[in-house]
């Protein structure tokens, strides 16, 4: 079985910075990609960055790119997410993601979620 534990988050304001943290384990890895996504309320889920596993290939969101930067620690399993220049509408709950799929151009979540972790932006 595969968890994905996030932490970090919060309430931060406008122009500050955040980071998150997302912790997997129990199984061998098998997936390629892990990344992240977040949901605001009443809007959909939607795709924020990835991560290659094996070579370190980034992939952004147009709305975060140059703010946001994926990252990850192979011995620790952990990928990480750092949030720079945060604005109010980057305020969502942030959910981390295994096994990642490229499909018609977009970034399809894999079957591994964490919990989330709210980030809360004010103005």
């Known amino acids: 079985q595969v968890q994905l534990v996030e932490s970090g988050g919060g309430l931060v304001q406008a122009g500050g910075s955040l980071r998150l943290s997302c912790a997997a384990s129990?199984?061998?890895?098998?997936?390629?990609?892990m990344g992240w996504f977040r949901q605001a309320p009443g809007k959909e889920r939607e795709f924020v960055a990835a991560i290659n596993w094996r070579d370190g290939s980034q992939y952004y969101a147009d709305s975060v790119k140059g703010r946001f930067t994926i990252s990850r620690d192979n011995a620790k399993n952990t990928v990480y997410l750092q949030m720079n220049s945060l604005k109010p509408e980057d305020t969502a709950v942030y959910y981390c993601?295994?096994?990642?799929?490229?499909?018609?151009?977009?970034?399809?979540?894999?079957?591994?979620w964490g919990q989330g972790a709210q980030v809360t932006v004010s103005s």
């Open positions: 993601n295994a096994d990642l799929r490229w499909d018609t151009g977009l970034f399809r979540p894999g079957e591994y």
């Open positions: 129990g199984r061998t890895f098998s997936w390629l990609v």
